[in-house]
């Protein structure tokens, strides 16, 4: 059955009654909050003493309608590091209000997250990008969100975060920096690029037209998630790293004769998978140092990336 669009929004009692009931049947209690895009759920398996639900199980919790989605919710180590990790996310054009969309972000901080990752996969607008490109987010065109559709409207709770959050600084700059950096020492420095990730509704791609304006407007990818959940946990102040998979260039051009399909996106994402996840736990496994200040982990990085 296709979930009904749902405008009302979980208040605090709901996201800590979830976040109680998911600490009530797992041990784990995650640190780092991971949400995996589409086709790049893979990364779940990772984890270690995994405790897993299904996101039917989870009270108040939305379900993934989205082909390449698994809709699992799992906890287990990363490195050594207790993880939560979203296989399939939700989107506005699921017919989820943006409330909705981004409710998993509270729930990550009532669960003790400090620090969430979000994958994505997206088209490219900056033509010096290629298929198979992975774009490290600096900032990110929040367009439903500047036109009224943003996650944040409405009576503002503060235990959650301030009414009017900054959002100039939500991409952790250190962060960054680290993915740079392990990219470039896992011989990934040729496609890992850096960029601003411009947020449309979907469900359609775009039109030539608005592609070139999405490039005029200084965004070199676009894509139909990630930002509205920045935004909360940004609000609820969590440290914030996202990436973009570019599954395919978006149509800038009358003549091309490329047409963006979901079909593609998937199976870049398949080519590509690995590689962002080792990415991830390598980065989470540096993060980890750098938070224990523990330079004895050092000679671990290398085994299981
Ligand atoms: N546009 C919007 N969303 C996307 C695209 C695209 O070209 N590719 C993957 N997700």
Not at 279 to 303: F, G, P, Y
Request: with cysteine; glycine share 8%.
């Amino acid at each position: 059955m296709f979930p009904q669009a749902d405008q009302s929004s979980d208040t605090y009692e709901d996201c800590k009654a979830t976040a109680d009931w998911l600490l009530a049947q797992s041990a784990v209690r995650p640190s780092v909050g991971i949400v995996c895009g589409s086709g790049l759920g893979g990364l779940a398996a990772a984890l270690k003493d995994q405790v897993a639900f299904d996101y039917k199980d989870v009270p108040n919790f939305p379900q993934s309608t989205v082909h390449g989605h698994a809709g699992r919710l799992v906890f287990g180590t990363l490195r050594g590091r207790s993880c939560v990790c979203m296989q399939g996310r939700f989107h506005l054009y699921e017919g989820y209000s943006v409330q909705k969309v981004t409710l998993p972000m509270r729930i990550f901080k009532l669960l003790g997250v400090d620090t969430v990752i979000l994958t994505n996969a997206a088209g490219a607008l900056n033509q010096d990008f290629k298929v198979g490109d992975i774009m490290i987010l600096k900032d990110h065109i929040n367009l439903p969100g500047l036109s009224g559709n943003h996650p944040l409207v409405g009576l503002n709770d503060e235990r959650f975060g301030v009414r009017f959050p900054c959002m100039s600084d939500a991409y952790e700059r250190e962060l960054q920096q680290l993915a740079l950096d392990v990219g470039q020492e896992l011989g990934f420095g040729d496609f890992l690029k850096e960029g601003v990730y411009s947020v449309l509704g979907g469900p359609s791609f775009e039109t030539v037209a608005e592609s070139r304006m999405l490039a005029k407007l200084g965004a070199d990818a676009v894509g139909m998630s990630t930002v509205h959940e920045v935004t909360v946990a940004r609000h609820c102040g969590m440290r914030v790293f996202a990436l973009s998979l570019i599954t395919n260039r978006a149509v800038m051009d009358y003549d091309s004769p490329e047409k963006a399909n979901h079909e593609e996106v998937l199976v870049v994402a398949k080519q590509r998978a690995e590689q962002v996840e080792r990415l991830i736990c390598t980065m989470v496994a540096r993060m980890e140092r750098r938070h224990n200040n523990n330079d004895d982990d050092d000679h671990d990085d290398h085994h299981d990336d």
